[in-house]
């Protein structure tokens, strides 16, 4: 199975590239039948959703070419691990439009968070709980919750007892779940 680790922020600097990595080093290993990979929301340039027609209507037919291959990665994964930042006490503006151009290619999978931030990034995991509902997505309750204060060292997350303990927890979540999905 097939579990994408999606860098949810486009920011030029952005943290979110450092953390799904240490999300990625955390899954090495693992046990047999789950692959893990980064996306890097920032690599595919979804442009503004402007269309009119809802993307559930759209079937998986896209005309932008960035939405075509940002729809065939997340497509290609059977679960989801989400790195968000919290910005303005909510999810970023760009990880959800993106997430908005897209259907089907998230109905019925499961999803775990890893929220960043001033205050954790638990508003922005909540607000995603919200949003991942629309689409009956498994979210799984172990959640990993960094301080942009504390919980770093420089760019990077720190491997601290406690840290690397959220982080096996919701990995050994979302593997239960997507298994018992399968």
Known sequence: MKIGIISGSVREGRRSS???????DGAAGRGEGFEYEVIELADFNVP?????TPP???GGKY???EVRAWSDAVAACDAF???TPEYNHGIPGGFKNAFDWLAGEWTRKPVAFVGYGANHGVRAVEMWRL???NFHMFDVRAAVALSLFT???GRTPKSTEQLTGQRTAMLDELEFIARRLA
């Not at 450092?18 to 990625?24: G, R, S």
């Open 48 to 52: 503004l959703m402007t269309s009119p």
């Open 18 to 24: 450092a953390v799904a990595k240490w999300v990625l």
């Open 63 to 65: 005309e932008q070419p």
């Open 151 to 153: 919980d770093f060292d």
């Open 56 to 58: 559930g209507a759209l």
């Open 81 to 83: 691990v989400f790195v």
């Open 131 to 133: 949003v991942v509902a």
